[in-house]
């Protein structure tokens, strides 16, 4: 597979991600999630299982994102994906949008990738 594939692959495997956690698909979530993954969150720092426990519970319902802007960088077996978005979620009862830039890290193994680490940074002023 090519790079320009690859890249192609990953924005795609990145916005059925977005929709499965809106759908909380939690069995494909799993699959898609690498067992040491790890996921930071505005003021919380979660590992693979306590984030879905936290997308099947409800306690951060993602709605909606809407993608303004992706790019996918290459390192060896590991590619760092960064979607500028809005995110419309509801946390603690309060449906709240918030812009950010959430970085997320796929690692390949075998012809599969597999998210590694999802961050969510607030961006100041949009």
């Known amino acids: 597979m090519n790079h320009a594939t690859m890249e192609q692959a990953l924005i795609g495997l990145s916005k059925e991600k977005w929709r499965w956690m809106a759908e909380k698909k939690v069995d494909s979530l799993a699959a898609l999630f690498h067992a040491k993954a790890v996921f930071v969150h505005m003021g919380a720092t979660f590992s693979r299982d306590q984030e879905l426990d936290v997308i099947r519970k409800g306690d951060i319902q993602y709605k909606q994102a809407d993608i303004e802007e992706t790019t996918v960088?290459?390192?060896?077996?590991?590619?760092?994906?960064?979607?500028?978005?809005?995110?419309?979620?509801?946390?603690?009862?309060?449906?709240?949008?918030?812009?950010?830039?959430v970085t997320e890290v796929y690692v390949q193994q075998g012809s599969k990738w597999l998210l590694g680490s999802m961050s969510f940074t607030r961006l100041i002023g949009q």
């Open 73 to 101: 960088q290459f390192i060896g077996n590991t590619a760092i994906l960064l979607n500028k978005l809005r995110l419309v979620a509801v946390v603690g009862g309060n449906e709240v949008t918030n812009p950010f830039v």
